[in-house]
């Protein structure tokens, strides 16, 4: 349902691709480490946890598609971006203000957490976004492996640490000393014994990360079935 206020704040909209994008105006936007930044946006739409958006700056480019990384009670919308200095869309977001325009679709996806079976959540980088999103609506992991190459792209680890304790991992394939494991998430599975076979595994990240580690899970006996991937291209 949508409020009187969110209503009155959608303005113009036009179609690019599959998307409707509706004019939207920044909130704040910060930078969390080198290249990464936390962007904030008004909410014009409610949002589940897991959700993405679409956003363009103008209609002279196809939108690109981001995951929320807030909650999905937070009164505006937040996603937290990787620089790419030669592409089209993050170096002209990395240098909004507050009040200037873009363009958001409304939120869609199916990456949703389970309430049913236990999860566990296994992200690289920015992959991290959905399940910072999922922690801040309510649900909570068995476990959390998170990978960088370096300790300050351990995004949001404060908020895993408080709420998840032992069962948030730090895999820090760079720098031995500055996470609970030195190498990738795929090393940690792989140095597993055994690992639960009824739950469900959701991974998310670029393409390399999400198809090694699932084989490497098929490999260990998780079906096929209990693995949901986003995978970031
Ligand atoms: C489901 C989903 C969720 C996502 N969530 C996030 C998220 O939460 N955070 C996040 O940071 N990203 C996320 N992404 C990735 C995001 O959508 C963009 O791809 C990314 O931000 C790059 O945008 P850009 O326009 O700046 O770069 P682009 O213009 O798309 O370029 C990206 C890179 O590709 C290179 N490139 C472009 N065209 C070519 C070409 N023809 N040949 C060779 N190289 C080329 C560019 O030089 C650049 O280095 C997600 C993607 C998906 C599919």
Not at 179 to 185: C, K, L, P
Request: hydrophobic share 40%; net charge neutral.
């Amino acid at each position: 349902m949508f409020s009187v206020y969110m209503l009155m704040s959608i303005k113009k909209k036009y179609l690019k691709g599959n998307h409707y994008l509706f004019e939207n105006r920044v909130v704040d936007l910060e930078e969390i480490a080198e290249g990464k930044f936390l962007l904030w946006f008004e909410k014009q739409f409610n949002a589940k946890a897991g959700h993405v958006v679409a956003i363009a700056a103008d209609e002279s480019h196809e939108p690109r598609i981001y995951s929320l990384c807030s909650s999905e009670k937070a009164q505006n919308m937040q996603i937290l971006f990787d620089l790419k200095p030669d592409g089209v869309l993050t170096p002209r977001m990395a240098s909004l203000k507050p009040g200037d325009v873009l363009y958001v679709s409304k939120p869609y996806g199916s990456f949703l957490p389970d309430t049913e079976i236990p999860m566990w959540w296994i992200a690289t980088g920015t992959g991290i976004a959905p399940f910072r999103a999922m922690l801040q609506s309510g649900f909570k992991p068995a476990m959390l492996l998170h990978g960088a190459r370096v300790a300050s792209n351990f995004y949001f680890e404060r908020d895993f640490k408080l709420e998840l304790k032992e069962n948030y991992i730090r895999c820090n394939s760079g720098s031995n000393g500055q996470g609970d494991f030195f190498g990738r998430v795929s090393a940690w599975i792989d140095a597993q014994d055994e690992l639960p076979l009824s739950n469900k595994y959701y991974l998310c990240g670029r393409a390399l990360m999400v198809v090694e580690v699932r084989d490497l899970l098929i490999a260990k006996g998780v079906r096929y079935e209990n693995i949901v991937s986003e995978i970031f291209f």
